[in-house]
Structures are given as structure tokens and as C-alpha cells.
């Protein structure tokens, strides 16, 4: 076999990217686009010493997973990389990668993990279920002013105002904003020229109070036509929309660098924030919501916290499938009403407020200042004054706290629970390790990266903690990331005789 040359392959696996695997005479080869089950003609793209890639040509045979991709630009897009498998198919995969990656990377035994592991959480809603969006503004082949998406490899953008898993409402936000643009001349951003003046907007939707944000990140310091921009906004919101604008701001990002926003944002109509609120549900009826509409889901909450959310700040993609997720970190942190928290990594202060509700005092880390900006905003807001939120990297700010109140009394130095929700990079080991000699009896770890958390749980484990629970949840249908919420306590070590 050489590069370009053809063959058949029978595709009798995945990998956790989502690449179909086959084996044809000892080498192993990952097509893209082709699922476990398919039988397909592909072109080797690279070969190396024992396996290779090779492009989807033709599928001969159909798996009995694969399904029409509900969206007509699933493969160009590349955002989406599970489309063509069946809803129940990519939960079996996600699970699968889970326990891969537990087994693999953490050393755990494969028994341990089977009887640890809850049955995946599968999301309510499996397209329409991100309430955020960041488009890039540029111009297509044609030279035309066009939101959507980078062509793959090229500077040019094809059009996609309607991404499927989005809100219905980006697409009357986002053809205002090219109307707008295209009535007053004004530039989109061209990465190769570093010239023209929009670069992104990003779109958040809150789903409790139907308010949209509105951020557009621009490669300069003002924005012309201000006025205008508003207006167009509003009458398209006004004629079409089931959403109010909340909140429009400008960001300036006139830095070339693939990140999307600036450092700060001024706003020009509205809050510097939207509200948003999230309600958790008893285990049970968590369960039942399943069959349930979205917004049936209200009735019979258990605890609700309403939040304020910045531009710059992190808040979860998936609102519905957020509040079982944080029902579940919740109950495995097993509080009482007096227990001290930390929570890690706490954004907005979404989960620390929650347990707030539920413990005597919680400590929040995060390294964003707008985001402790708004989870302090958002204590006084809900009336938990039983919070403290600090401002740093949680591997710098909590072993220095540690080194300073131990030995004092300070409950916080001999916290029982800590909360961590790192990003895909995870848990830094200065932050681990601060976290083994603060002692908290339980350790909830909320995880987005099977690979780092089974990296981070090796050495928790090691260093006197015990796996309890692992509970999946599939925040991101549609693609191949997959959420965790993990459960560990501390070993009673036997004394010595
Ligand atoms: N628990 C929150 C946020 C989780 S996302 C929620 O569920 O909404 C991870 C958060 O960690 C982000 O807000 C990010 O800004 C923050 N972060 C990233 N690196 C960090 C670090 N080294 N120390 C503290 N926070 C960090």
C-alpha cells in the first residue's frame, strides 16, 4: 500500500476521536467519517510503520448505527464528529471511553470500574441544546460577507447561521449583524492580512428568562454605527424572535492569535450580563424528566440558584443536562448543612452556590476575575453569604492558603469536601497535592477529559483516596466529548499497633 492507493476496508471499531477503525494485512487504519460496522472504500491519506489514514471514498455496506446526519454540513463543519452515529450508539462509545480511559491511563482494574460506573446520563435534547455560540465573520469564496465556519485548511468562511445544536435565534442575530455591516461597508476581520475589523460573535442564550447576550469581538477599539447596530438588532429580535436582547457589548481582540476573545468587553445596550437560572430535581424525578418536554422540568425542583453571566465567564453549554450533572456532583458530595467546601475551578460560582445551599461555609477558586466577579454578584443575588471567592490559578492560591491557615483552627485548612472542575487540562499536581494533605473526607471531581481525570484519580488514589462512584453524562451530544462526575473518599488508615 501507498499513499492515494484504494482499498476495502470493514470498520470493526472507533477511537475516542470518533475515527472508524479496519485492519487490512497487519495494519491498522483510521478513516474519518466511517463508523464501527460500515464496510467501506477509502484512499490512504498517510501511512506510517504499522497503521495509517485513509478518507471515506464510498461506503459499500451501511452500519446499523449509521444514520442520515441531521445537519447538511456535518462533515465539512468537522464540529460535530458523531452525526452519522445513532443517539444510542455514541452513548455505548462515550461510555466505552470512559472506561478506556480508566483503565488504561488511571491503572484501575477493569472489574473495579465496571462496578463503579453508572449508566451514562443521556441528554434530554440532542440537537438545539447549547445555549452558546461563537461564529467567526469573514468572507466566503465568492467574496461575500458570510458567519458560519472556516472551510477546512483556508482563510474563506462557508455560510452556517443555523448551527443545529444552537439556539434558533443566532441565525436572526447573526444575518442583523451581516445586514448591518453590509449597509454601513464595514470590514470583516481577514486572519491572513490581520485587517478588517469583525472577527467573532458569541451568542449565549439564557434559558430560564429567554434573554440572548451578544458579543462581537472586533480587531480594533470602537465600534462605528453604533446606534444603528442596536436598532437593526432589536427590530429583527422584535419581528422574529422568541428571545429578548439582554445585553450587547463589544470586545477587542486585536491580537493574531486563534483565541476568540479579548481580555475585556465594554456594553453598549443593555446589562453587562445576562441571568440565568438553574434548577436541580430529586434523583428520581431527574430520571422521569428524560421522557419530559424542557420546560415541563421547572415543577418539582429541589433547589434553584439564579445566576448573572459575563461575556469573558465560563457557564456549561447544556443548561438541561447541566442540572443533572451538578444533582449528582451534589449528592455525592453528601452534605448536612455544616460542612466546609472548596470548590475548585468555580466559573461563575455555579456549583458553589449550590453547595452553598447545603453546607455550613464554601471557599471558590477561579482564575477569571469577571467570572468572581459574578459568583460574587451571584451570592448576594441568591442571600448565601456563607461564600469566599478567590481570584488565581486554584494551584497557586490553594497551597498558599493552606500554608497559611494550617494549624490555626480554620476550618478551611481541614475542609470535608472538595469540589474540583478543571478544564480538559485538569488538575495541576501542586493543586493534588495541596488537596491530599488538606484530609476532606470526600472528593468530587466534575471532569470534562476522561484522560486527564483518570491521570488526575491515579494519583488521588495513590495518595490515600478510594474510587466510590463514576457517573458519565453526556453534556455534548452530536460530538465525542463526554462529562463525569466521580465520587472518592478517604481510606480509613488502620493504626498502628
Ligand atoms: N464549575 C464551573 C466552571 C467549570 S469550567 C461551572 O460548572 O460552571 C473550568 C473553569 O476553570 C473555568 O471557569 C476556567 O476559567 C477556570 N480555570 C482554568 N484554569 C484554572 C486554574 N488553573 N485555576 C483556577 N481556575 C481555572
Redesign the pocket.
Known sequence: MKKNDELVLEITDMTDEGLGVGKADGFTYFVKDSIAGDTVLCGVTKLKKSYGYARLIRIIKSSPDRIEPPCPVARQCGGCQLQQLDYGAQLRLKENKVKNALIRIGGFPEEQIESLMEPIMPSVKQLRYRNKAQFPIGRGKDGGLRAGFYAGRTHSIIAQEDCILGAEENRIVLSAILSWMESHDIAPYDELSHKGLIRHVLIRKSRAFSELMVCIVINGRELPNKEELIKTLLDALDKEGSSMLGSLSISSNMKATNVIMGDSFSTIYGTPYIEDEIRLFDEQDSDKSLDIKAEALSEGAVQSVRFRISPL????VNPLQ?ER??QKALSYAELRGTETVW??????????LFLAQKAGKVYG????PE?IENAKENAKLNGLGNTEFFV??????LPSWYEEHKGTGSRGATPDVI?V???R?G??EA?LETMVRMQPKRIVY?S?DPATLARDLKYLCQNGYELKRIAPCDMFPQTVHCECAVKLERKILKSKK
Do not use: N
Not at 465567564?313 to 456549561?316: R, V
Open positions: 465567564s465560563f457557564y456549561q447541566m450533572l451538578y470548590d475548585l475551578y468555580c466559573g461563575i460560582g455555579t456549583i458553589s477558586v477561579e482564575v477569571v467570572a488565581g490559578r486554584a494551584e497557586d492560591v469540589v472542575d478543571p478544564p487540562k488538575c495541576d493543586c466534575v470534562c
